[in-house]
């Protein structure tokens, strides 16, 4: 199976792009939590001249491959939402589709604006290394989005959910990489 590849990045880089968006283009503090909703319209305004656009269409939609919940279209500047998904952001839960779409907007940053993607391909998945995985630099942007390291790293993982209105499981990954040195 043929795989796409991105140029290297570190995590330290991303952390640097996702501490950019929050602060400068989101105008939002380390310690609050996002509300993923609003940042899609925050950022179709203040990203309009990298084409930024988002729209959520039904989740049966043919766009969509199988278990897919969102994806990005770095060329035209879309992303595209699974109303279920959108729906459960908008609920401003402790869910799973704010990573999502944080997932998405990072692909979005680092792949258009940024143009970290190369879009050359591997023969074989395992051969590319995690810093040149789009989707391993889309979701540390994700984590570096929603879970600020500034803002996590004396935090136990109930208070990374709490504050941050991320799910467990998230938290948790997050303390772990925190704490292990894999920052």
């Keep these: 199976m043929n795989s796409n590849i991105a140029k290297p990045e570190s995590i330290?880089?991303?952390r640097n792009y996702a501490n950019f968006t929050r602060s400068y283009i989101i105008g939002a503090s380390f310690?609050?939590?996002?509300?993923?909703?609003?940042?899609?319209?925050i950022l179709t305004f203040k990203?309009?001249?990298?084409?930024?656009?988002?729209?959520?269409?039904?989740?049966n939609d043919e766009i969509f491959e199988k278990c897919e919940e969102a994806k990005t279209d770095i060329i035209n500047g879309t992303i595209y939402i699974k109303?279920?998904?959108?729906?459960?952001?908008c609920s401003e839960k402790y869910c799973r589709a704010n990573f999502t779409i944080a997932h998405e907007i990072g692909h979005f940053i680092l792949h258009r604006v940024l143009?970290?993607?190369s879009f050359s391909r591997v023969a074989?998945?395992?051969q590319k290394k995690p810093y040149e995985d789009p989707e391993w630099q889309a979701n540390t942007f994700a984590s570096e989005?929603?879970?600020?390291?500034?803002g996590c790293v004396d935090l136990s993982p109930n208070r990374i959910r709490r504050?941050?209105?991320?799910?467990?499981a998230a938290a948790q990954t997050r303390y772990n990489k925190i704490h292990n040195n894999y920052n």
């Design 12 to 14: 330290a880089n991303i």
């Design 83 to 89: 109303q279920s998904i959108y729906e459960e952001a």
């Design 115 to 117: 143009n970290l993607m």
């Design 31 to 41: 310690k609050r939590s996002l509300n993923m909703v609003k940042t899609l319209d």
């Design 163 to 168: 504050r941050y209105h991320v799910t467990q």
């Design 124 to 126: 074989n998945a395992n």
């Design 47 to 59: 990203l309009a001249k990298y084409n930024f656009n988002y729209q959520i269409l039904d989740d």
């Design 145 to 150: 989005l929603l879970m600020p390291y500034e």
